[in-house]
């Protein structure tokens, strides 16, 4: 038989071939401010018991991870029927899409926000309508709410506090979401431990609201890979049809269920990371010439003159942060993430070096403005 020559780029679904993959860089030996993670290390207790513990790695993990559902209903007072979890929320979002997006769906999204929602969207055939944030920063809940009016709509994704401006959004503004759009309506809180707002409470009054959480921030395990879905009982269980039966590792499942009992230990990590934000946001806010937007997170989104010169020049430095190129309305930015205090201190050295750098550079002698 004659060999047929076949190229696998010809089979593969046109969306794909659109798709630009999501790029993160890995540079172990930067000092990483780029992807808004806990800096510092796991509490020793936690670290001890976690490899102390007998894991039986020959077996497939609980598919239910029914141990680790019961610490998240203990954590969030959402009952474990209420409970999803997933290999990283990233894996939930397309979860969620996969359920209820589709050929011929749409999600309603709000630019600038987190990439995942649209790759998801795309990776599952589900069109994208985008309601862009008001000057690049607030909620426009006129025009979401105009958007949902399209049969078509089925999702809307809102980002609380938002990745990357690290806005809050009102929460009145959400729940009127949840009322009137008559949508599912997917809160992404994985910065909710540092902004100090939920709207878990709200589960029991509203079927159509799905809240995602993470571990991968404030707990410190990125690396792990683990997130969570809340919402009512009979909204978890569509989205449960979907997941791939043993999603979460037997090691990711047992660190989430320990890091829940260390919950003391990572609240002074949060309030040390809060702390440590707000020292970085006042002093880019003394550099001229630079633009800092509030925050509520563990990072900042700042515009200096010429943001791509800042990125070399800190990366020279040692320090890799992330370069969002051009935000809709905001315009080229940069986001760090705070590190540790020692880190920290370096950063904001480099920063007043650079500064200074460009301000000779254009020769200028007085106090620019913002
Ligand atoms: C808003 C938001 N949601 C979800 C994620 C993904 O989290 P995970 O590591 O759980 O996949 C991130 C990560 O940057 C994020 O910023």
Known sequence: METVICNPESFVRAEVLRLVPYEAKHMPECIKLDANENPFPWPAGMREELFSAKLMFNRYPDGM?????????????ISTEGILV??????????????FGGLGKAVIIHPPTFGMYQISAHLTDTSVIEVPLLNGLDLDTEQILKAALSPDAQVVIICNPNNPTGTQFPREEILQLVRESGKIIVVDEAYAEFSEETLIPEIENYPNLVILRTFSKSFGMAGLRLGYLLGQAETIALINRVRPPFNVNLFSQKAGILALGY??????????????????YEELTRVPDVVVYPTTTNFILFKPGDPDRWAAELLKRGFLVRNMGALPILGKCLRISAGLPEENDSFMRAIREISLDTTVAQGITGTASV
């Open 65 to 77: 991870a029914q141990d680790l559902k019961t610490a998240i209903a203990t954590y969030t007072k």
């Open 86 to 99: 997933g290999n990283g929320s990233d894996e939930l979002i397309q979860l969620i899409l996969l359920t």
């Open 263 to 280: 919950l003391s230990e990572y609240q002074e990590q949060i309030q040390c990371i809060k702390a440590e934000t707000q020292k970085l």
